[in-house]
């Protein structure tokens, strides 16, 4: 089993930036792909961002290409996503999700392990 645990969320105005932390315990996800999705109210979950198990390769959605970074520290069994330019309209709440897979996927089915969720608020 693995749990995952996210931090770094807020709230902050319009085009500042927040850096989000996910820290899995339980096991080593060093070998599993990653991947940030958010919910906001009334709002299917959507993916956001997805790195695969070395860290080389990475996977954006349209709406946050080249503001969001994700990135990982194997050694810390942790992935951030760092989110810069941020808008009203990212605000949500933001999971963090593994899967017993290298390869990231865009699809949250495609994720076996979620964490609860760290609450994101950009006011304009």
């Known amino acids: 089993q693995v749990q995952l645990v996210e931090s770094g969320g807020g709230l902050v105005p319009a085009g500042d930036s927040l850096r989000l932390s996910c820290t899995a315990s339980?096991?080593?996800?060093?070998?599993?792909?990653m991947g940030w999705f958010r919910q906001a109210p009334g709002k299917e979950r959507e993916f956001v961002a997805a790195?695969?198990?070395?860290?080389?390769?990475?996977y954006y959605a349209d709406s946050v290409k080249g503001r969001f970074t994700i990135s990982r520290d194997n050694a810390k069994n942790t992935v951030y996503l760092q989110m810069n330019s941020l808008k009203p309209e990212d605000t949500a709440v933001y999971y963090c999700?593994?899967?017993?897979?290298?390869?990231?996927?865009?699809?949250?089915?495609?994720?076996?392990?979620w964490g609860q969720g760290t609450q994101v608020t950009v006011s304009s």
């Open positions: 790195i695969n198990y070395s860290g080389a390769t990475t």
């Open positions: 339980g096991r080593t996800v060093s070998s599993y792909a």
């Open positions: 999700a593994t899967r017993q897979y290298n390869v990231a996927t865009a699809s949250p089915q495609g994720y076996h392990y």
